[in-house]
């Protein structure tokens, strides 16, 4: 299993921990661990949403399907290109912002036809946009716990769940637009 650390996170533990002890009224700090399974897990949702992991992991190698046009979509915004290759042989191609390739003649429509190399992607740090909307998602999330959620003596009556709101607000849903990477489908 690997480790968790702060930058791992798409919102700041010490912000969810300040937010959840006035919204709870009860005592949470940064390393709490239901304030850091909390913003994992916010995080990990946002990341899902957008299809990419947002922040820069580094060198990462792509092997993609030609698309038979001259464009391909890398899974990553922001990408610093460091070798393309068609079938093992080196290509031209521009990138953008948004991480499409654009190369200078028609793609082959191959399975595994392209190789990307990137140094870089995605950024450096969070922007607010996404920072705020992981935050309020993880706010959510601190406070409700899985299993029972209610309980009759009277009659033995027992119930069992999450009280887990969804933390979708109209902020998240915005981030999630603005940065979403549009591949494929999601079946």
């Known amino acids: 299993m690997t480790e968790t650390t702060t930058h791992d996170y798409l919102c700041e533990p010490a912000t969810v921990a300040g937010l959840a002890s006035t919204y709870y009224n009860e005592n949470f700090t940064s390393e709490d661990l239901r304030v850091l399974e909390a913003c994992r897990n916010a995080s990990a949702r946002f990341r899902a949403a957008v299809r990419h992991h947002v922040t ?6 792509f092997t993609l399907d030609g698309t038979g046009t001259r464009f391909v979509q890398l899974p990553v ?12 042989k080196p290509a031209e191609a521009r990138v953008s912002r948004r991480g499409i390739l654009e190369f200078t003649n028609a793609t082959p429509r191959t399975l595994g036809a392209v190789y990307v190399s990137i140094l870089s992607s995605g950024v450096t740090g969070v922007p607010d946009d996404i920072a705020g909307p992981v935050a309020w998602a993880a706010l959510m999330r601190v406070g409700h716990y899985p299993g ?5 003596v009277g009659s033995m009556q027992a119930t069992f769940g999450s009280t887990a709101a969804s933390g979708v607000s109209e902020e998240w849903s915005q981030a999630v637009a603005n940065y979403q990477i549009q591949v494929g489908d999601r079946a």
């Open 56 to 61: 820069d992991t580094g060198h990462e190698e």
């Open 148 to 152: 029972v959620t209610s309980l009759g």
């Open 77 to 88: 915004l922001s990408p610093v290109i460091e070798r393309v290759s068609i079938y093992g």
